[in-house]
């Protein structure tokens, strides 16, 4: 009975709009009409306009889509979207999707931390171009440093609007419009080219690792080798290839060892200090830890391994 109540307690609290200080403007129909009749606007054009600086209890569902293309910018808070049925996926600061004319879709504001958002409805010929340009429904992150140049290009659509629907406003609107896309066009592959440029620098890292093995490498020594802070390097790292750097660093060290082992009579203490180790006692608790036999025990079973297999 009390799922039930918390249930309908929370349905009542849910609404589409009509926040404190909202701003929200529809294009008036004949206008809207007037619009895709325009060769100069018919390409790209804007039906509506929004900001919720306050939003809790906002929730949109729309199991039939919407007639227009959708674009919704997260600026403070949390909130979460659904589309085609599928899971919900968590927006957070910085979050910019889209949703294409005609896509179901459900979305709303958290409970806990109700978002901010700045969104807007858009038509024309050349919509479906410049989603296909962002993927389709983009889910992704606007860089800190674009949020303002994003958030400027609404308030001057806002700001063309309200100075009504003359044909030079609407031809401006048209073009403030183009550049909002622009710049989510601009952020989605800045984004990217970010992410391969920060894969690229954990892949130079461990080709930097696996050539200094012999040296006493330090965690921090690694990360600013590569341009990152620790903690944000660590978490990289991992993510990249399941292991820390200093695991990985064992590992590449215990990976040499037992290539020197197999193919050189090095002394096993002259092994331990090509990989890093001053102690050759040290080296060999680890070497056990890590592969599951001693140095010489590896050599030997290798040794014989090789012999058998050569005299086959």
């Known amino acids: 009975m009390d799922k039930i109540l918390k249930y309908l307690s929370n349905l009542m609290k849910k609404k589409h709009e009509g926040f404190p200080h909202q701003q929200l403007t529809r294009v008036p129909l004949e206008i809207v009409k007037k619009c895709r009749s325009d060769t100069l606007i ?21 199991p ?11 600026t403070a808070g949390t909130g979460w979207v659904s589309h085609s049925g599928k899971r919900k996926i968590p927006v957070r600061q910085g979050g910019l ?4 004319a005609g896509r ?6 958290s409970e806990e931390t109700p978002w901010q958002i700045r969104w807007v409805h858009f038509s024309g010929s050349k919509s479906s171009d410049y989603l296909a340009r962002l993927g389709g429904e983009l889910f992704g992150e606007v860089l800190p440093e674009e949020t303002d140049e994003i958030i400027s290009a609404f308030e001057q659509a806002q700001e063309v609007l309200s100075e009504g629907y003359t044909d030079s406003g609407l031809l401006l609107l048209s073009a403030n419009l ?24 954990i892949l130079n890292s ?23 802070s620790v903690p944000h390097f660590c978490a990289l790292f991992k993510k990249q290839n399941g292991l820390s750097p200093m695991r990985y660093l064992m590992h590449a060290r215990m990976t040499r060892a037992c290539a020197l082992l197999d193919s050189t009579d090095k002394p096993v203490a002259k092994i331990s200090q090509e990989v890093g180790f001053l102690d050759a006692f040290h080296f060999t608790k680890t ?3 890590v592969v599951g036999s001693s140095p010489r025990a590896y050599r030997l079973a290798s040794a014989t391994n090789f012999g058998e297999t050569r005299g086959r």
Request: hydrophobic share 40%.
């Open 42 to 62: 018919s390409d790209l054009f804007l039906t509506d306009i929004g900001h919720f600086p306050t939003s809790a209890g906002h929730w949109v569902d729309r």
């Open 64 to 74: 039939d889509g919407c007639d227009t293309n959708i674009m919704i910018f997260c």
């Open 97 to 100: 999707f889209f949703i294409p």
């Open 104 to 109: 179901p879709h459900r979305y709303g504001a």
């Open 178 to 201: 183009s550049r909002l896309l622009a710049l989510a066009i601009q952020s989605k592959q800045a984004h990217g080219q970010k992410s391969r440029l920060t894969g690229l620098r």
């Open 206 to 228: 461990m080709q930097w690792i696996r050539e200094h093995l012999a040296e006493p490498l330090s965690l921090p020594e690694i990360a600013h080798r590569a341009g990152i």
């Open 287 to 289: 070497f056990r830890a």
